[in-house]
């Protein structure tokens, strides 16, 4: 009897403790920018520079931050945004992609290919000062950091 509940408790404690470990995960890559033209339909000035992009999906976050560590674009947590009429997150990882972006609003959206390294993210600049700057857009290929 003691084995046999051993046994189902051990188990019990596994598959508690799986959903939890699969999901808090944080993907680092650093992105150099395509010598491609962006696609015709985005919009917003290109950002020619190297990035690095933090996806944290245990919190929900994605950061863009440029070579010098500073915030280009950043997807705010729920906590920061619910407030917000018709507020709905989407950040969705895949085996084959991660993509994020705010439902029925616009700030911070993108997609990786976890496999080519293929990066295309558009934001808001707030330090816009044309219709071209207004907005940014990053197309580029990108490669895991490891720390």
């Known amino acids: 009897m ?8 051990a188990i019990a404690l596994i598959v508690m403790g799986l959903p ?11 992105c150099e920018p395509s010598t491609d033209p962006a696609p015709p339909d ?23 931050r440029d070579k010098d560590n500073r915030m280009l674009g950043d997807f705010e947590p729920p906590a920061r945004l619910s407030a917000l009429n018709n ?3 989407d950040l969705t990882v895949t ?11 616009w700030g911070f959206s993108g997609y990786i290919d ?20 207004l907005s940014r857009q990053f197309h580029g290929t990108c490669k895991t950091r490891d720390y």
């Open 87 to 89: 507020y709905k997150l």
């Open 95 to 105: 085996e084959s992609t991660i993509s994020w972006g705010v439902i029925e609003m």
């Open 20 to 30: 939890a470990l699969a999901s808090a995960e944080t993907f680092t890559y650093v």
């Open 114 to 133: 976890r496999k080519s390294g293929r990066l295309d993210a558009i934001w808001i600049n707030p330090r816009g000062y044309s219709p071209n700057t």
């Open 2 to 9: 003691k084995k046999s509940f051993a046994a189902v408790a």
């Open 42 to 64: 985005w919009f917003g000035g290109p950002y020619t520079g190297q990035v690095r992009i933090i996806i944290d999906t245990l919190a929900k976050s994605v950061e863009l």
